[in-house]
């Protein structure tokens, strides 16, 4: 495993992928990121960001969000890698999550619609960065 990670590390998924040590599916990516604790933030954050939207979704559907609230449930997705520096980018990974949280939530849950979900994760993705 010290010779995947050291790859990913170094080159990045598509030299891990490459080489055979995952597989090209979503699920199987997303896990490989989020379970293995010597990997790169950084470089998972890259990859997060320009990677194709299944497999962004993969990611940001892996952890366990249970019960948690919408702030809680940001927490535990931006433990697990290095948001980028552009806003392209952080947006690309906030449309996502807000998506996932979105079809999480209960009916008549708090908000009206996706949008509205990803406005405010966006919007606390600002306020974080600016302290």
């Known amino acids: 495993m010290e010779e ?4 990913f590390n170094e080159l ?15 699920e199987e990516i997303a ?7 010597a990997l790169d ?6 990859f997060v960001a320009h990677t194709s939207p299944e ?5 940001v559907a892996y952890p366990n969000y249970g019960e948690s ?13 290095s948001l980028p520096g552009e806003a392209q980018s952080i947006d690309r990974i906030m449309e996502a999550f807000a998506t ?13 619609n996706v949008d509205a979900c990803y406005i405010l994760c966006f919007s606390l993705i600002m306020l ?3 302290e």
């Open 4 to 7: 995947i990670v050291a790859l």
């Open 12 to 26: 990045g998924m598509q030299s891990v992928l490459d080489q055979g040590f995952v597989r090209d599916i979503p």
């Open 31 to 37: 896990e490989f990121l989020h379970t293995n604790e």
């Open 41 to 46: 933030l950084k470089k998972i954050g890259e």
């Open 55 to 59: 497999n962004r979704a993969a990611y």
């Open 69 to 81: 609230d919408l702030l809680e449930a940001l927490r535990i997705l931006l433990a697990s890698f």
């Open 100 to 112: 996932h949280y979105y079809e999480l939530s209960v009916p008549g849950g708090p908000f009206a």
């Open 128 to 130: 974080i960065c600016a």
